[in-house]
């Protein structure tokens, strides 16, 4: 199927060309995207980040590059339980629930997709005895994930950020990291990459974030 644009004009840049992949993420939204974050938020990723002076994160247009790769880091455990909650009984800090998609390379939803978060606690620690603060899920039938967690804790040398590893059926993992927009330390961690900001939102005592990934997932929908 050829890729073809649209002409019309985009509410975020005028004149601009809205891709296929922006009227698919409309059409979800409808469905999806309220029921995973409550309704009234932005479309994960088109949106500019808070963090003005830095590039904006890119939209997935068609043929558009993969979510950019970054360092698993020390803490990773394998065979995390599967649950769209990492919430626990005495879990301290600020609720956070991420929400979005995952894409193919044109722009395809790519259901049952692997993630696999981990993270560290409000006071900047992982578990690395069990699984506190990690779990992996898969995307529905929209491609769709949802994950309720709460924000990151702050530890020498690094900014705010969540761990994620995503897979589509069948093809490589994507390593990844998200970040916060707005964090002081975003201008001196130096894995920081604005690419990979969510973008975040106050919605009463909790925080709500979106974002998208593309990853190669093979077939029709790469």
């Not at 939204?29 to 980040?49: F, H, N, Q």
């Not at 020390?74 to 979005?100: A, D, I, M, Q, W």
Request: charge should be neutral.
């Amino acid at each position: 199927m050829a890729d073809e644009h649209i002409h019309t004009h985009d509410t975020e840049a005028e004149g601009r060309p809205v891709s296929r992949k922006t009227l698919l993420k409309a059409t979800l939204v409808a469905v999806s995207l309220p029921a995973l974050l409550g309704g009234g938020a932005a479309l994960a990723r088109d949106r500019r980040p808070s963090d003005a002076p830095l590039a904006p994160t890119p939209f997935c247009d068609d043929g558009d590059d993969p979510t950019p790769p970054q360092t698993e880091g020390p803490y990773f455990k394998p065979r995390s339980p599967e649950r769209v909650s990492l919430l626990e009984p005495g879990t301290r800090g600020t609720r956070l629930t991420v929400g979005g998609y995952v894409f193919g390379l044109t722009c395809q939803p790519v259901a049952h997709a692997l993630l696999d978060f981990w993270q560290a606690d409000d006071a900047g620690a992982y578990d690395n005895r069990g699984f506190r603060l990690r779990g992996h899920q898969y995307t529905d039938a929209r491609g769709a994930f949802t994950l309720t967690t709460i924000v990151p804790g702050l530890y020498p040398g690094r900014t705010r950020h969540l761990h994620v590893k995503v897979q589509a059926p069948g093809r490589p993992v994507l390593t990844t990291q998200l970040y916060f927009p707005g964090e002081p330390r975003n201008h001196t961690d130096p894995l920081f990459n604005a690419a990979l900001l969510m973008n975040v939102r106050q919605a009463g005592p909790a925080k709500q974030a979106t974002f998208d990934f593309v990853v190669d997932s093979g077939g029709p929908g790469r």
